[in-house]
């Protein structure tokens, strides 16, 4: 059997190999100019190549009736069929079809190209990506590709465990616009509150599309509030959907997590340390691997008609196993959550005569996950939130939740007789997020209390009407765009209840206490009072629940103009009213100068603004905090409520900005380079407090903390990337050398606590949660080696040191700046700069057929370890830098028809 087995191999190795057919040409632009960089592929298969810095090709096709896909950015696609022939040069053409010419993020111009604008912008293959890497997510999948992108998962931060807080440029995750085919995306419902980068923060929830559909992700590095709206401060993110129509393409990945973590925990810690090199786990499992992941993707490309029309669709499943890592009896689930997802979108496009066509996009993302929170003592250690007779030994809630995202776009765009183009849209997306507690109890029931329980939720829900017009004069000067446009907006954001026991205190009648001054809590053996609402995640009551709304309305113009061939200068402006806060005014300006045909400046300045989102003017919660050992009943009260006045909390208005940009490009032959540096201020920054007391206001609370426009930064840094290319041998061989850095330094310039404390406002501890949201510099060196069947890539990454204070600074918190200073070192932790390294190599074992194996993180790197049990987050260490799961073992197979 085995011996058969290695004939039917040889076999199908051979014939696949003697029905080769060689080809090999040049690819040209529309005015003869040889152009590198074109994907050619064959249609079907995994064979493929691109041509050299001269334009040059040499490919090995299956057959000499092959169809060949070329593929360049701002020209689309050629599709030619080959006769037998062994030499093919190819042109591109001027596109006829101006409904559908590309247009790149950062530019209303169809005529303008990445390499051509005036700003940075990085355009990722996500497709090679997602096919080689291993990574399963959007956001894993940006940190190791777009040097100033950070996210990480999180641990022990409630909903964040669940949707990871990402950032551009080391500032916030609402101060990054997301689109998808250039056109809004909403954001989440979940605002970040506990134990997290981005505190205080909703952003837009880039793990929700499936890697699978995206044929492209364009990463614009600068600001362009003037040209998108609100949150576009940090920069843009345009997700491109895959348009092909030439069959089929899926895989099937499996990966999982070392638990070997290297170090003697239990020495050092002087504990019982839980989850060390996958023993003494809190499943009761001995494992030397977890957080065991599958994805499943499709996706399937189909031709409407004889006009260009096309419809792609893409599903896409994912199972990943919860992660355990070291942590001590207080935190014996350390580590990321699980997730079980379902994702399917669609992108399509139908031609109705010759110069108007219909478009639709959108889909529905499901994510059932599961994450640990905080352990509980048993009762019989002092901790009376275990009910004895449920938990005897305590026990470790889970936090998990039903995720749900929805979004539909459609639209018309037109093509008039005097070369306007006019582009009608309405976009539509909802985030639901519904948590439910398990393996937890309600403290004030006893022995009657429930263990799973509904805590309720929120949802953001975002419909956006849009009409844009734009015409190119190729007459005027060396060609002129000119764009304007308007957009209607509304949003909904609610908080809905869970059932009672996940919220209430009940009396020893075991009814919910309505009436303070009538019923009686219930109260332990001690004389201490018990606890209400499910531990880990208390549930959201009737007194919370939040149905508003708002509507906006905005205009653009934008211009760009080619006053020579040289030089380039664009501007744009853009007003907006908002229902709630009032009206706000932005521009940009921005140029490009061609020294000559390698080398490129290019600079802007612009203003830019992100209104507060509805959850942190709404949101509120009602729950406990641990403080030195004990709970303290703590209130996050809304904007809007008469606590927040009483404290002086003024109402949310928008962060305002400023943006400057300068640098240059430079390519030669097979290199090229960019430089960019830029400065980003913000002012009146929205931010979580920290605590203050509340317990003389009669709000059945200790203490208080809400949403301000709490501080003023100033944001430093450079983006480096620099790419090497070169054809070797025949041709058919490619080796590809590329570095990606960012240098990132974010200063608090104010803290604007008006006549609060403003340790008390915002102290040491939250303020370094702010500062780290990037590294001080992230690089990454990446090398490739390819043919027609073998692909080999190596990733190397440096993460600098991150410094966060630590929970001493809650427990003991300063009121002044001695008391600060005497508590600096000894709540300082330091994460000590470290590098990760990522490999896989790719084999098409069939022409259809191919197999990658690799691993990220093999050299099994975490971020320094903290013994003294401080940290946030309750592990040995944070999340920063690469994370806390270690290496990641991984294979594909990949099929296309």
């Not at 190549?49 to 896909?69: Q, Y």
């Not at 207080?330 to 079980?340: E, T």
């Not at 000590?832 to 099994?860: E, H």
Request: glycine share 10%; proline share 2%; with cysteine.
């Amino acid at each position: 059997m085995k011996k058969a087995y290695c004939v039917v191999l040889v076999l199908l190795f051979s014939t696949s190999v003697l029905a080769q057919h060689h080809v090999s040409g040049t690819v040209f632009d529309p005015d003869g100019k040889r152009l590198p960089g074109v994907n050619i592929v064959e249609k079907g298969t995994y064979w493929g190549t691109s041509t050299a810095s001269d334009g040059t090709f040499s490919f090995r096709a299956s057959s000499s009736a092959a169809t060949l896909i070329f593929s360049f950015i701002g020209y689309g696609t050629e599709e030619l069929v080959l006769s037998g022939q062994s030499t093919l040069d190819v042109t591109f053409k001027e596109s006829t079809l101006t409904l559908r010419e590309i247009q790149v993020v950062g530019s209303r111009s169809y005529a303008r190209s990445s390499t051509d604008s005036p700003v940075a912008i990085d355009v990722i293959n996500i497709a090679d990506l997602a096919t080689t890497s291993g990574k399963a997510e959007i956001n894993e999948m940006l940190q190791y590709a777009a040097p100033s992108f950070n996210a990480t998962k999180q641990s022990g931060s409630d909903g964040a465990d669940h949707i990871d807080p990402a950032s551009l440029r080391g500032l916030g995750p609402d101060q990054t616009l997301v689109l998808i085919n250039g056109k809004r995306r909403h954001q989440s419902s979940l605002v970040n509150v506990f134990g997290t980068r981005g505190r205080g923060n909703s952003g837009t929830d880039l793990n929700a599309i499936p890697a699978a559909s995206i044929k492209r992700i364009e990463v614009l590095r600068d600001g362009a509030s003037a040209q998108y709206g609100s949150d576009a401060i940090a920069g843009v993110i345009n997700i491109v959907l895959k348009d092909r129509t030439d069959g089929i393409t899926g895989g099937i990945t499996y990966g999982a997590y070392s638990t070997a973590v290297g170090d003697d925990f239990a020495e050092e810690a002087g504990d019982v340390i839980y989850n060390v090199d996958g023993k003494n786990r809190l499943d009761g499992e001995d494992k030397s691997f977890d957080g065991n992941t599958v994805k499943v993707d499709l996706n399937y490309g189909v031709t409407l008609g004889d006009e260009g029309g096309f419809a792609n669709f893409t599903v896409e499943s994912l199972s990943k196993a919860r992660t355990l890592r070291p942590g001590w009896s207080w935190r014996k689930g350390y580590g990321s959550a699980g997730i079980d997802g379902f994702n399917f979108m669609i992108n399509s496009a139908l031609p109705i005569g010759e110069n108007t066509e219909l478009y639709a996009f959108g889909g529905r993302n499901f994510r059932d996950t599961n994450a640990f929170a905080f352990s509980r003592d048993s009762f019989e250690d002092g901790d009376n939130r275990s009910v004895p007779s449920l938990y005897p030994n305590g026990f470790t809630p889970r936090i998990t939740s039903n995720i749900t995202d929805v979004a539909a776009s459609g639209g018309l765009r037109h093509s008039m007789e005097n070369g306007w183009q006019v582009d009608f849209n309405n976009a539509y997306g909802k985030n639901d997020f519904h948590y439910f507690i398990k393996g937890s109890n309600n403290a004030s029931l006893g022995s009657s209390s429930p263990t799973d329980f509904d805590a309720g939720g929120h949802s953001l829900s975002q419909n956006t009407t849009g009409l844009d017009f734009s015409k190119y004069y190729a007459d005027i000067a060396e060609g002129l765009n000119l764009a304007f446009g308007l957009e209607y907006r509304t949003e909904n954001f609610e908080i809905f209840a869970g059932e009672q026991a996940s919220y209430a205190l009940y009396d020893t009648q075991g009814v919910a206490i309505i009436n303070p001054a009538t019923q009686v809590p219930a109260f332990d053996s001690n004389g201490d009072q018990l606890f209400g609402g499910s531990q880990g995640f208390p549930g959201y009551s009737p007194a919370n629940e939040v149905d508003r709304n708002r509507t906006n309305v905005g205009f653009y113009a934008d211009a760009e103009v080619n006053a020579t061939t040289a030089f380039l200068v664009g501007g744009a402006v853009r007003l907006e009213s908002y229902s709630d806060f009032g009206e706000t005014a932005n521009f940009k300006l921005a140029s490009r100068y061609r020294v000559n045909e390698n080398f490129t400046l290019r600079g802007s300045v612009s203003t830019g603004f992100r209104a507060p989102s509805l959850a942190q003017i709404h949101y509120n919660l009602l729950f406990n905090n641990i403080i030195a050992g004990r709970s303290e009943r703590t209130l996050l009260a809304a904007n809007t409520s008469t606590v927040a006045k009483a404290f002086g909390i003024d109402q949310l208005k928008e962060e305002t900005a400023v943006n400057g940009s300068v640098g240059f490009a430079f390519k030669t032959g097979g290199f090229s380079a960019t430089f960019d540096a830029y400065s980003i201020s913000v002012d009146d920054r929205i931010i979580l407090t920290d605590t203050f007391d509340a317990s003389t206001l009669g709000v059945g609370a200790e203490a208080a903390q809400f949403f301000a426009n709490g501080v003023d930064t100033k944001t430093n840094g450079v983006d480096v990337v620099l790419n090497y290319s070169k054809h070797l041998g025949d041709g058919n061989q490619r080796l590809t050398v590329g570095l990606a850095g960012n240098i990132n330094d974010l200063e608090i310039q104010s803290i604007n606590s008006g006549n609060l404390n403003e340790f008390t406002f915002f102290g040491p501890f939250s303020r370094a949660y702010l500062e780290a949201a990037a590294p001080d510099h992230k690089f990454g060196v990446n090398l490739a080696y390819s043919t027609s069947r073998l692909a080999v890539m190596a990733s190397l990454t440096r993460f600098s040191e991150v410094k966060l204070q630590d929970f001493q600074w809650v427990d003991t918190p300063a009121s002044t700046q001695a008391e600060a200073d005497a508590l600096l070192g000894a709540a300082t932790d330091v994460y000590k700069a470290a590098m990760t390294l990522d490999f896989s190599v790719s084999y098409t074992l069939l022409k259809s057929l191919k197999l990658t194996i690799g691993g990220n993180n093999l050299l099994n790197e975490y971020p320094t370890e903290q013994f003294d049990g401080w940290t946030d987050q309750g592990g040995f260490n944070d999340s920063v830098q690469m994370g806390s799961d270690g290496r990641y073992l991984f294979s594909r197979l990949g099929v296309k028809l």
